[in-house]
């Protein structure tokens, strides 16, 4: 059974800086991509960003410029350094993985997630 662990989320004010770490354990894909999902109460949850062991990675629009995924594969640990944060940045973070290469598996793919850390900006 696959285990993902979120941490590092708070509360910070516009501006500030949040960098968030997923420890995943307990698998043994040769191939696989991890991602950052994001959710608040009103709405869907959507792709923050993802990266697959092989060095591809995407991050959402939203995001593009301000927050950085990557992937240590030796430690299996996923991060999200997240800069210049807005208000609309609030939301629960989760990371998740798929055995799977590349970075294009849709979010009805990944089976495994973790708990969620939450992030709040102020205004």
């Known amino acids: 059974q696959v285990r993902l662990e979120e941490s590092g989320g708070g509360s910070v004010q516009t501006g500030g800086s949040l960098r968030l770490s997923c420890a995943a354990s307990?698998?043994?894909?040769?191939?696989?991509?991890m991602a950052w999902f994001r959710q608040v109460p009103t709405k869907e949850r959507e792709l923050v960003a993802g990266?697959?062991?092989?060095?591809?990675?995407q991050v959402a629009d939203s995001v593009k410029g301000r927050f950085t995924i990557s992937l240590d594969n030796a430690k299996k640990n996923l991060y999200l350094q997240m800069n210049n944060l807005l208000p609309a940045d609030t939301a629960m973070y989760s990371c998740?993985?798929?055995?799977?290469?590349?970075?294009?598996?849709?979010?009805?793919?990944?089976?495994?997630w973790g708990q969620g850390t939450q992030v709040t900006v102020s205004e």
């Open positions: 998740a993985i798929v055995e799977a290469a590349g970075v294009g598996a849709g979010m009805w793919e990944f089976g495994d």
């Open positions: 307990y698998f043994s894909y040769s191939r696989y991509c």
């Open positions: 990266v697959d062991n092989e060095g591809r990675s």
